[in-house]
């Protein structure tokens, strides 16, 4: 479980822990605007790079500082996330096999370790608590009561659908789909007089 403030590290205020370089942010500009998945944090001098939702879900990662909520950067030192990859080597994903699974059910007794993408496709919960900032994911085996598996398919199609949409092709789509709900709709009724026909001919 990632959480958006570590335990301060000496009795002063939080934010306080040392640190000696931070993942800076970046957006892909190649993602839609605003999509889950378009914040990146990388380190120049690590060469290394991570989705925000993939270091926020990481069991092992701790922000060591508050986040600068009005700006939305999260603090990641670029030790702990490179501590958090070598633990990931060590851990195989449940889902694809591969390793690099540094996303676990939050279930201690479970054994279930993912890539945040695989726990998606898994239909595994997602939870975040913005009160705690805590991020947590639960295998499908214990889904809090109450809560919907994830949808992979809806958060991936969604900008896609957008695109469509703002092409003109969903109009064209849905009149596809209308039509062929009439003509089934009308083979049913058809159907349906000739079984009536039929029974009264008995």
């Known amino acids: 479980m990632a959480q958006e403030t570590a335990p301060p590290c000496s009795p002063v205020s939080r934010g306080d822990c040392p640190i000696i370089e931070k993942m800076e942010k970046r957006t892909c500009a190649l993602c839609p605007k605003g999509h889950e998945w378009s914040q990146i944090y990388f380190s120049p001098s690590a060469n ?31 030790k702990s996330v490179k501590k958090e990859i ?41 939870q975040v608590d913005e009160d705690h900032g805590t991020y947590k994911v639960f ?13 992979l398919d809806a958060a991936v199609k969604a ?18 789909i209308l039509e062929n709900m009439d003509s089934i709709h009308g083979r049913l009724v058809d159907e349906t007089a000739s079984e009536s026909g039929t029974e009264r001919a008995f």
């Open 159 to 176: 900008p896609f659908l957008k695109k469509c949409q703002e092409a003109g092709l969903l109009t064209e789509l849905f009149e596809h």
């Open 48 to 78: 290394i790079a991570a989705h925000e939702n993939c270091l926020l879900y990481s069991s092992g990662l701790v922000e060591c500082e508050a986040p600068d909520l009005p700006n939305t950067v999260r603090n990641f030192d670029v």
């Open 139 to 151: 295998c499908q085996k214990h889904t809090p009561e109450g809560q919907e598996p994830t949808q």
């Open 86 to 126: 070598r633990r990931g080597r060590r851990l195989k994903c449940s889902f694809c096999n591969n390793k690099g699974a540094t996303v676990g059910c939050d279930v201690q007794s479970c054994t279930k370790n993912y890539h945040l993408s695989c726990a998606m496709e898994d239909h595994a919960i997602l």
